[in-house]
């Protein structure tokens, strides 16, 4: 199979330079990808009816013998047109051919044929325009239907693909192992690829794309394992006491043991072995990520080394310095904040006492990644909520000390299984479990008709001493036609809440604005703010209680659900609404669904088969290969399979030495090479 793809696609039969170029468009260059360029659907010719019971509006195969040749003619339009006629003794069918001259060469009368297509209405009388035909009993049950560009058919595509299947050899060598195939129930790979382009069955096909389903992503699995084993770096950081029990006296409440077992996951990383830990721990909003950073901060520092905290935006950088500062300093550690908006003054201080391990624990924006950021000693970076920063960035910091121990944490729930491809290498934690006593938010979709009740809800809840946050999609209506936050917020100013006082917040203002009106809100001197998704990250005001949003439709669900995770952080009984005149069948299932639960796996889930992993992760950005047949949303079941299998055969996969594995390893380096990736 391996040496098909060095056989140029010219080689085929029929396939000249002009037609080869085609093929180029659909990504097929050689042999070897063509038998690898699957149908992307098929058409089931083993339904046949006769005449009468053919459904008109309905795709049918239908067995007829021609009574009417055709006879192509030039129409007005200049298009070459032929009307044919097919009769049972059921009924008959007109037949109308356009732009094929050779037709009448093709359908003769007084021959049966299948002719496969949908059935219309003209006038009364059932015809079928440009269907597929062949002649009756040589039929082939299921057809395989080709992604096709211009001047290339699926009808020719098909044909080529017959005469390359001819080119594998007798036995092909299969890049998995016999004991694999056994155990998880999979066939050979000569069998799936003649089965994924001609099944006899549906049985076939099923059989089939499991089979190149699991290799595809049996190869995938292993190609992150393999990257992984090469990020594996020494550390010289040194951790040998665990303080993790004194941490915990510092907290005014007690550790989840969803906690618990994270803080021990990391503690165990850095203790136990000399490689750099690389952790990722996930959990849903207000799960308590922030104690499990400071946990392993706290061990670090008490083993004498500095910690690095990043943060995506100055308002929670903010917030991190100010709870982990309240929380730490008592015990005699310093922490300080280093983001954009310091002056150069502040700045210069912080720099020094960083420099001369005066400084323990330092939070902070992407500042900390400039140049002049120096670490007397840095033992761990811990970047919160992973997904905005870029690889790169993490890197960049991670330079910053002698091979750090790294903790990234997010709160974007993405499936266990999903997660360990995105972040193949990294290790997982999972926070499953939610701080006790958490109140879940009552959650309400409603459209623009209550509108002013939802107000009056608002009012109440600022009447009871609380706040509330309205979120609107835009900042200006320029682009977007969508209200914009400023305007928006002049509105209900004036005309609704005019006794309660409204702020704004959107990510165009200045950062020194941003944080001046935060500030107001966490004080209580703002009742309602209203403000684009820039807090849709990590900010925590216990005392909010509503959480509006404004044409609602627009958000992703898991968005959504980082919005609602703003309030219900306090002893009180929290509320979402979201306001959306949206009525389209999709739209409405996925607000409901964030009606309908709390737990954002399940939400995740529910975005993923809604949107597809290319929305949820812009996959290509996270340097993830491009898949041929597999779906990640779609196939966790094999995929799962791919993983087990993936463990059981990574020792002997990566002994370069064992010649069994010489095909899959092909298969690996060759998926990964489209992205750029080396691997050995
Ligand atoms: P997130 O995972 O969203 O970052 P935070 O770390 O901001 O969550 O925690 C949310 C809130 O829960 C904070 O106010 C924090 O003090 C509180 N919290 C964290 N852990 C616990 C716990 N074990 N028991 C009670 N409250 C907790
Ligand atoms: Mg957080």
Redesign the pocket.
């Known amino acids: 199979m391996a040496s098909l793809y060095e056989i140029p696609i010219e080689r085929i039969n029929g396939i000249g330079e002009k037609r080869a170029r085609l093929y180029n468009k659909l990504g097929i260059y050689s042999v070897g990808d063509l038998i690898r360029n699957y149908p992307r659907a098929y058409e089931d010719w083993s339904n046949v009816t006769d005449v009468f019971s053919a459904q008109v509006g309905q795709t049918c195969c239908i067995r007829a013998t021609v009574d009417v040749a055709p006879a192509p003619h030039v129409i007005i339009s200049g298009k070459i047109m032929a009307s044919a006629r097919a009769s049972d003794e059921t009924g008959f069918v007109k037949l109308v051919f356009f732009n094929n001259r050779y037709i009448d060469s093709l359908i003769k009368p007084g021959c049966e044929y299948l002719f496969y297509g949908k059935l219309t209405d003209s006038s009364g009388i059932k015809e079928m325009v440009n269907p597929s035909f062949q002649p009756s009993g040589e039929e082939i049950p299921i057809h395989p239907i080709y992604s096709q560009v211009a001047g290339l058919s699926t009808k020719v595509i098909e044909t080529a693909v017959k005469k390359a299947l001819k080119m594998l050899p007798e036995k092909i060598k299969d890049p998995l192992p016999e004991n694999i195939r056994t155990e998880f129930d999979i066939i050979g790979l000569k069998e799936a690829l003649m089965n994924i382009h001609f099944p006899s069955s549906s049985e076939d096909i099923e059989a089939a794309r499991r089979r190149l389903i699991f290799e595809e992503l049996l190869v995938l699995v292993i190609g992150m394992k393999s990257i992984k084993a090469m990020s594996e770096t020494q550390t010289s950081v040194r951790i040998n006491g665990d303080y993790t029990d004194e941490f915990v006296k510092l907290l005014p409440?007690?550790?989840?043991s969803a906690?618990r077992r994270a803080i021990d996951d990391c503690i165990a990383d850095m203790t136990k072995n000399s490689k750099a830990m690389n952790r990722l721990v996930q959990?849903d909003?207000?799960?308590?990520?922030?104690?499990v950073a400071a946990a392993v901060a706290y061990t670090c520092i008490k083993n004498g080394s500095q910690a690095a905290m990043m943060a995506p935006t100055e308002i929670l950088a903010r917030q991190h310095f100010e709870s982990l500062d309240r929380l730490l300093s008592p015990s005699g550690i310093t922490v300080a904040l280093l983001t954009g908006s310091m002056t150069a003054k502040q700045k210069r201080i912080v720099l020094e006492k960083l420099e001369a391990g005066e400084i323990q624990l330092l939070v902070g924006t992407h500042s900390l990644i400039s140049d002049n950021v120096v670490f007397s000693d840095l033992g761990v970076v811990i970047t919160d909520e992973q997904h905005r920063f870029g690889v790169r960035q993490r890197a960049t910091l991670l330079a910053k000390g002698a091979d750090p121990h790294l903790l990234v944490m997010s709160?974007t729930p993405i499936p266990r299984t999903l997660a360990l491809m995105i972040y193949g290498d990294l290790d997982i934690s999972v926070i499953d479990e939610l701080?006790?006593g958490r109140q879940e938010v009552e959650t309400f979709f409603i459209n623009d008709s209550i509108r002013q009740r939802a107000y009056g809800f608002l009012k109440k809840n600022i009447k009871e001493g609380r706040q509330c946050y309205i979120v609107c999609p835009a900042v200006d209506n320029t682009e977007s036609g969508l209200i914009g936050v400023e305007e928006y917020a002049e509105d209900i100013r004036k005309n609704v809440f005019t006794e309660q006082t409204v702020g704004v917040l959107h990510g165009k203002m200045k950062p020194a604005e941003k944080d001046a009106v935060m500030n107001e809100f966490i004080e209580g001197r703002i009742d309602i703010l209203v403000s684009t998704t820039v807090i849709e990250v990590?900010v925590?005001v216990?005392n909010s209680t509503v959480m509006m949003i404004e044409n609602a439709e627009r958000f992703g669900l898991s968005q959504l659900h980082q919005l609602r995770?703003r309030v219900g952080?306090g002893q009180y009984r929290s509320y979402c609404i979201l306001v959306s005149n949206a009525t389209g069948a999709e739209a409405v299932k996925r607000l409901k669904a964030l009606c309908s639960t709390n737990d954002g796996f399940k939400i995740a889930d529910e975005d993923l088969k809604l949107r597809g992993p290319g929305d949820f992760f812009g996959s290509r950005q996270h340097g993830l290969p491009e898949l041929k047949i597999a779906d990640l949303a779609e196939n966790v079941d094999v995929l799962r399979d791919a993983q087990s299998a993936a463990q059981q055969v990574m020792p002997e996969y990566l002994d370069q030495t064992n010649s069994d594995y010489r095909v899959l390893r092909a298969e690996v380096r060759q998926l990964f090479d489209d992205v750029g990736t080396q691997l050995n």
């Open positions: 409440f007690k550790l989840t906690q959990g909003v207000g799960s308590g990520k922030t104690m709160a701080p006790p990590g925590d216990p995770g952080r």
